[in-house]
Every structure is written in C-alpha cells, then in structure tokens.
C-alpha cells in the first residue's frame, strides 16, 4: 500500500506544489469575493467578482488570524471584507468613518467631524430588487471628509436613515453599504473591530448578468473601484 502512495506522490508533485503555492496566495496574499447581493449598488453588482488584496493592511499566518506584521490600517473611502462581528458572515462594504471620528446621519445625510455631506447630481433609476422587480431609486454623488463617491436610496424603503452623533472608537470603523436602504451595515451590525477586516477590494476582476443567463458584462472586467 505504501509504494502507490509515494508513487502516486512522486507522479503528481508539480501538481501538489502548484495547490500549495495557490492556497499559500490565496490565504495569505489575495483572494476574489463574488457579490452576492446588492447592498453596494450602483458601484457593485450581483454577479461581480471582486479582488481582494489581503496584505493592504496586514500579512497573516496562511489560514489563521495570527497578524505577522500590520502594514497599514483602512481609510475612508475603502472598499473592504470582513467578518460580520455579529455572526462572522463575510461582507463588502465602504469604510465611512474609522476611529476618532464622529460620525453621524441625519434624515439620510452623513456628517463626519462635523462636516455635512453634499448630494450632487441626483439621477432617478430602476433599480432591481430580489422577488419584487425594478424599483424607483435616487443616485446622488455623496462628497464628504474628502471623499466623493456615488450612492443610492430607493424610494419608499424605510431603512435607518438616521442615528445619533458616534464617536468612533480606536481599532473600530463604522461601514456603510453604497445602496443606503438595502444593506445590512453598521446600523445594524454594530461597528467592525479592525481584527476582523480580511483585505480592499480595489478592482473588478469579471462581471455576469445573473439574471442575463450569466451572460459576461465586458465593460466591467478590470474596473477599478472608487
């Protein structure tokens, strides 16, 4: 029983290093998260396939949480994944305010440090909802502490619009989802420990319509992300 092991080990080597190399990138260098829903619409879509780049702020141990050296921490406006601190569900969303800042939202304006977001160039969309169908949506871009980005609400949605001024607390960040009253965020989940980030998401690797019969969206392979 033992020689066809180690035969079988010897005849399939190139292949066995090629998956350890590939786990050893993917765990500990980057790695691709597919979207799932659409709580970062407009810039995100369900079908996308995002890279992740998991040394942006830390290099870990391959498959462990053991940090080996802190290489920078998030800033506002990033893109990232992480752990749900309520059930450890990998999520996407933006980073609105990390620590020290005070954050709050108003009848869905944000205000960081005191600042009040402006809202530019309102669009009205369709936008698709799950089991409903297109929805009426306002598209605005959303500039505030030195951050511009475009972000949507759907008419007649009543999500949390609004909580009391935060002062965010040090290796903690407040996230928010692009698609404000369809994303389970930080006004619902809590703020995320900076432990828990797993890595940016910074480019579109491939795109498919899922409701299209998958059919590939070209126009947003190797879109950067803003």
């Known amino acids: 029983m033992k020689k066809p092991v180690m035969q079988w080990l010897r005849e399939n080597r190139g292949f066995l290093i090629f998956l350890l190399c590939f786990g050893f990138f993917r765990t500990a ?14 810039n995100l879509l369900e ?48 980073v609105v305010a990390v620590g020290g800042d005070q954050v709050e939202m108003r009848d869905e304006r944000l205000y960081i440090n005191g600042e009040a977001a402006a809202y530019e160039n309102e669009t009205p969309v369709r936008e698709p909802i799950a089991g409903i169908g297109d929805w009426p949506a306002r598209r ?60 940016r998401a910074h480019h579109i690797l491939a795109s498919a319509d899922i409701d299209g019969f998958w059919t590939p969206r070209f126009d947003r392979f190797g879109m950067v992300l803003r």
């Open 47 to 94: 079908g996308d396939v995002v890279l992740v780049n998991r040394v942006a702020y830390d290099f870990k141990l391959p498959l462990s949480q053991i940090v080996l050296a802190r290489l920078g921490d998030p800033q506002r406006g990033d893109i990232i994944t992480f752990s749900s601190p309520k059930d450890g569900t990998r999520l996407i969303k933006r």
């Open 140 to 199: 605005v871009q959303e500039r505030v502490g030195g951050q511009t980005r475009l972000v949507q609400w759907l008419d007649g949605v009543h999500a949390r619009s609004s909580f009391e001024p935060l002062t965010v607390p040090p290796g903690q960040l407040l996230v928010l989802g692009d698609n404000r009253d369809n994303s389970t965020d930080s006004r619902y989940i809590g703020l995320v420990p900076r432990e828990a980030v797993i890595g």
């Open 29 to 42: 260098i980057a790695d691709w998260n597919p979207i799932p829903t659409g709580s970062m619409r407009p």
